[in-house]
């Protein structure tokens, strides 16, 4: 039974960001601002969002998975 509730969680979700990638380009074009600074905010944002990822997902080993990526990773 928990088998057939993540299969449809995982297809909902699927059609979910299909439909939101779909749409990105038309709010994109609703935005009146250059496109350096949409560039530039969108990476503020996609750095933070991927920084409290990875925050939320090693919690105790947090800095251990820091310095599991060396420089090439900073």
């Known amino acids: 039974m928990e088998e057939d509730q993540n299969k449809w969680?995982?297809?909902?979700l699927i059609i979910g960001s299909a439909i939101a990638y779909s749409l990105s380009g038309y709010f994109t074009r609703l935005i009146t601002l250059d496109v350096w600074t949409v560039l530039f905010w969108r990476g503020i944002f996609g750095g933070?969002?991927?920084?409290a990822y990875v925050v939320w997902r090693y919690q105790k080993d947090l800095w251990v998975a820091i310095?599991?990526?060396?420089m090439a990773g900073f």
């Not at 969680?9 to 909902?12: A, H, I, R, V």
């Not at 933070?48 to 920084?51: A, H």
């Open 67 to 70: 310095r599991a990526m060396g």
């Open 48 to 51: 933070l969002f991927i920084g």
């Open 9 to 12: 969680l995982g297809t909902l």
